[in-house]
């Protein structure tokens, strides 16, 4: 059995990108999610839409959706990818925000980085719209639920 290499060094353990260009072309989508949690008044001030800077859930979908498109500006070894479609998920529970973000792209590598900065750039942008009320948020639990499409195949989260 071969040992798992990580993809991202050279063989003398270097920093690299990728080499995709021998991979087919498919369609790839993956699925991330994360959590704010915040007190049961923060929580009610972002469902009522009374937080003094706005909407609260429309703008850190924007955000959500804008940080998906600039991965590569972020991450520095990630593919640039002409996303096909993002979308950023928010509901308000008793105590938190919880995020869904999904990516999808056709192309030759996979779009996991794009919805977990998605989902990560949503909660720091719940938390900067609510910090004035409640310091005591938690971003938490950011994880890739699942993914498709690639020579990996399918993934989903345990």
């Not at 959706?65 to 002409?82: E, F, G, N, V, Y």
């Given at each position: 059995?071969?040992?798992?290499r990580?993809?991202?060094?050279d063989?003398?353990?270097?920093?690299?990108?990728v080499d995709?260009g021998?991979?087919?072309?498919?369609?790839?989508?993956?699925?991330?999610?994360?959590?704010?949690?915040?007190?049961?008044?923060?929580?009610e001030?972002?469902?009522?839409?009374?937080?003094?800077?706005?909407?609260v859930?429309?703008?850190?979908?924007?955000?959500?959706?804008?940080a998906?498109?600039?991965?590569?500006?972020?991450i520095p070894?990630?593919?640039?990818?002409?996303?096909?479609?993002?979308?950023v998920?928010?509901?308000v529970?008793?105590?938190?925000?919880?995020?869904?973000?999904?990516?999808?792209?056709?192309d030759?590598?996979?779009?996991?980085?794009e919805?977990?900065?998605?989902?990560?750039?949503?909660?720091?942008?719940?938390?900067?719209?609510?910090?004035a009320?409640?310091?005591?948020?938690?971003?938490?639990d950011?994880a890739?639920?699942?993914?498709?499409?690639?020579?990996?195949?399918?993934?989903?989260?345990?």
């Amino acid at each position: 059995m071969t040992e798992p290499r990580l993809t991202h060094l050279d063989a003398e353990g270097h920093a690299r990108m990728v080499d995709v260009g021998d991979k087919d072309v498919t369609k790839r989508r993956a699925v991330a999610t994360c959590n704010v949690l915040m007190s049961p008044q923060t929580a009610e001030a972002v469902r009522s839409q009374s937080m003094k800077k706005g909407d609260v859930l429309a703008v850190a979908r924007i955000a959500g959706i804008q940080a998906a498109k600039r991965t590569s500006d972020l991450i520095p070894l990630c593919h640039p990818l002409m996303l096909s479609h993002v979308s950023v998920e928010l509901s308000v529970e008793s105590d938190r925000v919880a995020i869904r973000a999904v990516a999808e792209v056709m192309d030759r590598t996979g779009v996991e980085m794009e919805a977990l900065t998605a989902c990560s750039v949503a909660a720091l942008t719940v938390y900067d719209m609510c910090k004035a009320i409640d310091r005591e948020m938690t971003i938490t639990d950011l994880a890739l639920e699942e993914k498709s499409g690639g020579r990996s195949g399918e993934y989903r989260r345990a």
